[in-house]
């Protein structure tokens, strides 16, 4: 609150009309009280923004869960992957053994032993391509969970 008060008196004795007076006085009142809605609005905004950051936060944090998981199960299914290949190509060599045992009784053909040749060939083959998803699966890990370049550059 502020104030000011000023009063003039003139006494014009020569000039006809005689003393004037003239009081004048000014009131100023400055005040830092917000009126209207703005602090609500502001606070409000605040809030919003606050949320919006939680909910941003929450679905980077799922997704990532989310990358990770499957990843992991990615790379569950590559070593089951490799243990079924490891048993086929058990299987193929057995089933190898057997046919040249029958091949010298005379109870298969070339063309069997060829065949069944193939299909070992088949099998470790197969069995290779496990052991090199096993290992993208790994680094597909890595990758989501965020620890693949520094593993690649330190080799741990």
């Not at 069995?127 to 690649?152: E, K, N």
Request: charged residues 25%.
């Amino acid at each position: 609150l502020e104030g000011n008060l000023s009063y003039l008196k003139r006494d014009q004795r020569d000039v006809i009309g005689g003393e004037a007076t003239d009081a004048r006085a000014t009131l100023n009142l400055n005040w830092d009280i917000e009126t209207g809605l703005g602090p609500v609005h502001r606070k409000n905004r605040a809030e919003a923004l606050s949320a919006q950051a939680r909910a941003e936060r929450e679905a980077t944090r799922a997704a990532l869960e989310r990358d990770i998981r499957t990843a992991w199960a990615g790379y569950e299914l590559a070593v089951r992957q490799i243990a079924i290949q490891s048993r086929r190509v058990e299987i193929a060599m057995a089933l190898m053994a057997t046919y040249e045992n029958q091949f010298e009784a005379a109870q298969r053909s070339l063309l069997d032993i060829m065949q069944v040749t193939a299909q070992l060939y088949e099998a470790r083959l197969s069995r290779m391509d496990a052991f090199y998803g096993r290992v993208d699966a790994a680094y597909t890990v890595l990758a989501a969970m965020g620890h693949l370049r520094r593993t690649v550059m330190t080799g741990e």
